[in-house]
């Protein structure tokens, strides 16, 4: 039996609710699509659940124990955040399958893709492709054939309260068209801030009156 996935986003303030359930669309269809502030705590999570769904429910061929790489967008995610979702999704499929961020030594397993990511306020919509061939079966130049996949939009309700699916959809293969592949040790590392260095002084020193004769006013004629 799947334990619940214990994921809620916390709201502390009226002034912070508008933010807490999460409004995005991936990929963009529309300018408005591109939102400035992503909620990322709620995209990490309804991809969780639905990759945690769609894995239990269908999973690939090769027996319980056959291990599964999982595809996210690169837009999305962080190598941390590729890692945790990868772990989490592991947690929730029952049995002992094993699920790797994809990568380079990961491209001939089965490959689980998030296609599409939808949320508005509690409400959301995930698309997920399952491999329809086994470990090996798929040659690495057809990794996104769309014909290799079928397609599920998972739904799931949530935000304010744990993110849990209400319902999937499940589509003929090449209804979803396949995203591009992603793997983890593509994703550049974030850019690393220099060391300060201890004996840098950011003080400014006040500039010391000049003593240049040449700055001086003149002497006035008159006196003498």
Not at 21 to 28: N, Q
Not at 111 to 119: D, F, K, Q, S, T
Not at 193 to 203: E, K
Not at 205 to 219: I, L, R
């Amino acid at each position: 039996m799947r334990r619940g996935l214990a994921v809620a986003t916390a709201c502390l303030g009226l002034a912070t609710l508008s933010g807490c359930a999460g409004w995005d669309t991936w990929p963009p269809i529309e300018a408005g699509d591109r939102v400035p502030t992503r909620d990322e705590a709620a995209v990490n999570q309804t991809m969780t659940v639905a990759l945690a769904r769609v894995i239990a429910d269908y999973p690939p061929r090769g027996g319980a124990n056959q291990m599964v790489a999982i595809n996210l967008p690169g837009p999305l995610v962080s190598d941390a955040v590729y890692r945790r979702v990868a772990r989490e999704v592991e947690a929730e499929v029952s049995g002992n399958r094993l699920v790797k961020p994809l990568d380079e030594a990961s491209m001939d397993l089965p490959i689980y893709h998030v296609a599409g990511v939808r949320i508005r306020t509690g409400r959301a919509e995930i698309d997920v492709l399952r491999p329809v061939f086994g470990a090996g079966e798929l040659d690495r130049s057809e990794l996104n054939n769309d014909q290799a996949y079928e397609g599920y939009t998972v739904r799931l309700s949530g935000g304010f309260r744990p993110w849990h699916v209400t319902w999937v959809e499940r589509f003929t293969p090449g209804i979803i068209p396949t995203p591009a592949i992603n793997p983890i040790d593509q994703i550049p590392d974030a850019p690393e801030m220099p060391d300060a260095d201890p004996t840098d002084d950011l003080t400014e020193e006040p500039a010391a009156p000049s003593e240049d004769p040449a700055s001086e006013p003149p002497a006035d004629p008159g006196q003498g």
